[in-house]
């Protein structure tokens, strides 16, 4: 069995942490060395920076990595936003020795969902009898405005969240709402859910972006089928887990619920965690063609603490 | 099911997909097609229906469950024979997004082992499947409920044997057992995935489900012998399986199914429902290739007669007569207590421009008035020869009038003036295209537009057509407007193909608003085998989709144009593009290409207008 643990702590205790490995990602957005900027090198024994190979000269990304090369002395891995197996590659090789539960940082402001999803599989699936505590940070952006709709690349199951796709009541999905209205109710038409909740984040990292996101998904929210509009604080993924879990709990165990962030990414993050705590429950990755628009950190930071602890081999417990 | 209590009744209007309805709701509400007969025999179909045209609906009803309950419920000598002959067997499998979803996010595994996994999980789903419809059978064909626990714990036993080959588990049951094995779908993901991000699996560990990772459905078939050996099904009994949303699969994946097509003349016969276009080969596994009439016929539903007859005694089949049955049996069905049972035409009232009705064509009457307006004068001088005679209702009112009235009202349209055009009970289900999806959103829409006090007075029948034409008009272009727009973010090819089909509309507008009115609008595009891939592919998806629909001949109903033929503009966009949703006539794709690379003023003149010039789309927009 796993046990997952999420709780909302304050940046500054991170700051004041020993990391055994963190991992970075350097892409086009200017936000993604901001909380490499504020942290100290020194407290990290194994940093580790992806490079995303879409776009590789897109926006700041040159200046991103020439950052990392010079206040982290690491020159980024280049890395596809669909791919993880490097991730689970150097998370072996750097914490193989010790005993002692592991300390990882994850900045993921502006990661591949795939990739800080490979990180908690790889705490509940590689990591038997150890607690592994993955400290999950992200800095919240100001956004260019977006002037193309999201055309729709491909709509998988993130890997550790694929749910039990075999339904013996309603199929439920819940939508986390973020600019790209069309694209949610371009899934929904291809969900084809009987019962919809959507979600939205409220406080986010401004009132305008609220007000935003309500507009652009006007017509997924005010759809018949959408039961309820909930509006969950970005800063506290740990309020967001806990609202979701109540809200797809009358559902559950028998119906087919799927989760469809669309929203900033630490929602993305809570919607993750939901599908990887009950087994039922799909989380899927509704990825668009790249559009490097350039987001720029406002200076709040969003920092949640995951615990886990996989004690034994799940694929041998009886039903 | 006859004393379903009302209260525990849900609206149908609300639900439009037949996977959310409940066997109760899809039986009761279920109008059976010539499709739907058709797939009950002993072949292999490839069943082809634009997105919500009820593929899953007949998917559904095939499976035995649904079928008893048909025979049980309703008057259907075919299905009764089915149940009480063991003619047919059905059995549902659904491969929704979700469920592929699983197999497509293993990106890291090479074809072959992907093309196991396919298998592996088809294997299991099918027998997860076959569980319920098991249990149908042993209340079909075992009397008495204690024999029939009796029987269920034997087959119970038998499957465990032959599905879970894993020690310590015991089922009392085939819902215990139905759970186990969606529990293994789980843990077989898990695995995969504990194998990626560990580096291998632990010295000794199994792989889980073995007992699936064998030879395509075969176990499934030996569920079958099973079941038929305890329940002494007759030997000549067909097994069908129905293979729904086979379009979220990959090329790769119908290979594998049409091999097994090809390849094994027993008793089991597949049922593939996918989109238009989406049965993506013809290819097996086994060397030679799929021969549609031979190996298996593909099934036209969007072509069904079922969808398209008329209503008795009416002249054309605008307002068919399964959109007012649907309606119907959806007001039945629903919770509608106090409703009555109102017909469409009661609620939603008549439709001016596309009824048919003897209207006054006087030499001063307000239709000669338009004709002499907005007609050509081969038009004029056409009705001046024949008015008067009865071939004048034939080849020129019935053909004109709604289009000199579509006119007439976007001409008039000023300020916060609300258009009433799009209204009425045959424009409701006109605008569907025959899709019954489509319909009901356009029901609902309109439904939902009803106040309290419309609705209280629908209740008490107190008048008709509770609810204005400009509130419908508003229903339906907004509905018309979303169907559109929710084609910006399709995979792959949504802002070309929303930039083709405003291609069309836009066009078919300039030249039904700019162009003196003849007997006969462009509704529709033509193409020959010079047309481009791109556009070749856009048309693919757009019929697909339900956006264009080919004008197939009665001759091979069933075959799909390739690369040449008519394709009507969806009556859907009407409403948005101010389109008459009649049929029409068809313009050459190219002549449609080079209009949009004109100037203004070589559109304006190629547009040219015996009473007015008017530039096209100077706002970027029509509505």
Redesign the interface.
């Known amino acids: 069995m796993t046990s997952l643990q999420v709780l909302d702590i304050d940046f500054e205790s991170v700051c004041e942490n020993q990391y055994d490995v963190s991992l970075f990602a350097s892409g086009y957005e200017s936000r993604c060395i901001y909380v490499p900027g504020l942290l100290n090198p020194r407290m990290i024994d194994n940093p580790l920076v992806f490079g995303f190979t879409e776009e590789p000269y897109s926006g700041n990304r040159p200046k991103n990595d020439v950052f990392y090369c010079e206040k982290w002395g690491c020159k980024p891995i280049p890395l596809s936003g669909d791919n993880e197996q490097p991730i689970y590659d150097h998370l072996r090789e750097h914490t193989q020795t010790q005993d002692s539960p592991l300390h990882i940082l994850v900045d993921y402001t502006s990661m591949s969902r795939l990739w800080y999803a490979a990180v908690l599989n790889w705490a509940r699936f590689a990591v038997l009898g150890r607690e592994v505590i993955i400290d999950f940070i992200y800095a919240m952006g100001r956004y260019e405005e977006v002037k193309r709709p999201m055309v729709i690349k491909d709509m998988v199951t993130i890997p550790g969240c694929e749910g039990r796709a075999y339904r013996l009541r309603e199929s439920v999905a819940v939508f986390g709402l973020g600019f790209h209205g069309l694209a949610s109710l371009c899934v929904l038409d291809r969900l084809e859910a009987d019962t919809v909740y959507a979600f939205l984040a409220s406080p986010g990292s401004s009132q305008e972006y609220v007000e935003k996101t309500e507009k652009t998904n006007e017509d997924l929210i005010n759809n018949y089928k959408t039961k309820t509009l909930l509006k969950l604080p970005l800063a506290s993924i740990e309020a967001c887990y806990r609202h979701l879990a109540e809200t797809i709990a009358p559902h559950r165990p028998d119906g087919e619920i799927t989760l469809v962030p669309m929203g900033p990414k630490p929602q993305v993050l809570a919607s993750i965690l939901i599908a990887m705590r009950f087994p039922e429950v799909a989380c899927l990755r509704v990825s668009g063609a790249p559009d490097p628009l350039d987001v720029t950190p406002t200076g709040d930071i969003v920092a949640t603490r995951v615990i886990v602890r996989a004690e034994t081999n799940i694929c041998s417990c009886p039903s | 099911m006859e004393n379903e209590p009302t209260k525990h009744r849900r609206n149908l209007f609300?639900?439009d997909?037949a996977?959310?309805l409940s066997m109760q709701e899809l039986v009761r509400t279920f109008i059976p097609t010539q499709s739907f007969w058709r797939l009950l025999s002993a072949k292999h179909h490839v069943v082809l229906g634009a997105?919500g045209q009820g593929k899953t609906a007949l998917a559904k009803m095939l499976s035995h469950d649904h079928l008893a309950l048909l025979a049980k419920t309703r008057d259907e000598p075919r299905a009764k024979s089915a149940i009480r002959d063991q003619e047919f067997i059905g059995i549902y499998l659904p491969t929704?997004?979700?469920?592929v979803?699983?197999l497509?996010?293993?990106?890291?595994l090479d074809e072959r082992e992907r093309e196991e996994l396919f298998q592996w999980r088809l294997n299991i789903?099918s027998c997860?499947a076959f569980i319920p419809i098991a249990s149908s059978c042993i209340q079909a064909y075992i009397e008495g409920k204690a024999k029939q626990a009796q029987t269920e714990r034997e087959l119970t036993s038998q499957l465990s044997k032959y599905w879970v080959v894993e020690s310590?588990?015991h089922f009392d049951d085939l819902l215990q057992l139905r759970?186990?094995l969606?529990?293994?779908?789980?843990?077989k993901?898990?695995?995969l995935?504990?194998e990626?991000?560990?580096?291998g699996l632990?010295p000794g560990?199994m792989p889980?489900g073995l007992a699936f990772g064998i030879d395509l459905f075969a176990p499934l078939r030996q569920g079958i012998r099973q079941l038929s050996n305890l329940l002494s099904i007759k030997p000549s009994c067909t097994w069908l399986l129905c293979i729904d949303e086979a379009e979220f699969l990959d090329e790769m994946d119908h290979r594998i199914i049409n091999s097994h097509m090809r390849a094994y003349p027993d008793n089991l016969f597949f049922k593939l429902t996918t989109m238009p276009y989406c049965h993506y080969t013809l290819a097996t596994n086994i060397g030679s290739v799929l021969v549609n009439g031979h190996d298996f016929e593909y099934v036209n539903m969007d072509s069904d007669r079922v969808l398209t007859a008329r209503v008795p005694g009416e002249t054309d089949s605008i307002g068919t007569a399964f959109g007012r049955t649907l309606f119907k049996k959806l007001i039945e069905v629903s919770d509608a207590r106090g409703w009555g049972v109102p017909t469409v035409v009661e609620v939603l009232g008549e439709t001016e421009i596309l009824d048919p009705r003897r209207e006054a064509w006087g030499a001063e009457s307000e239709n000669m008035t338009l004709l002499k307006k907005y007609a050509s004068s081969e038009t004029i001088a056409r009705a001046n020869r024949l008015i008067g005679t009865h071939r004048f209702r034939d080849e020129i009112s019935r053909k004109i009038h709604g289009a000199l009235l579509l006119r007439k009202a976007v001409d008039e349209l000023k300020g916060n003036m609300a258009l009433t055009i799009y209204s009425g009970a045959r424009m409701a289900i006109r605008c569907s295209d025959d899709n019954p999806r489509h319909m009901i959103r356009i029901f609902?829409a309109i439904l939902?537009a009803l106040t309290s006090d419309q609705k209280r007075q629908m209740r008490m029948r107190l008048k008709k057509s509770w609810i204005s034409s400009a509130d419908q008009t508003r229903a339906m272009q907004r509905l018309s407007a979303?169907t559109l727009?929710?084609v910006?973010?399709?995979?792959?090819v949504?802002?070309e193909l929303h930039a083709f089909i405003c291609k069309l509309g836009k066009y078919m507008h300039a030249d039904f608003h700019n162009k003196p009115v003849t007997t006969d609008q462009v509704t529709s595009v033509t193409i020959d085998d010079s047309v481009s891939e791109k556009d070749w592919k856009l048309i693919r998806v757009a019929v697909g989709h339900g956006l264009l629909y080919p004008n197939i001949g009665t001759g091979n109903p069933d075959e799909m144009p390739w690369r040449e033929g008519t394709f009507h503009l969806a009556y859907a966009l009407a409403p948005y593009f101010l389109l008459l949703p009649r049929r029409g006539k068809a313009v050459k794709l190219a002549t449609i290409h080079r209009f949009h690379e004109m100037s203004q003023k070589e559109k304006d003149e190629a547009m040219k207008s015996e009473y007015k010039q008017v530039s096209l789309f100077d706002d970027g927009d029509i509505t």
């Open positions: 609300e639900i997909n996977r959310n997105r929704r997004l979700e469920w979803g699983g497509r996010n293993k990106f890291w789903a997860i310590g588990f759970r186990h969606e529990n293994t779908d789980y843990l993901q898990i695995q995935l504990r990626r991000s560990a580096g632990p560990e889980v609902n939902m979303s727009n929710q910006m973010p399709f995979p792959d949504g802002p």
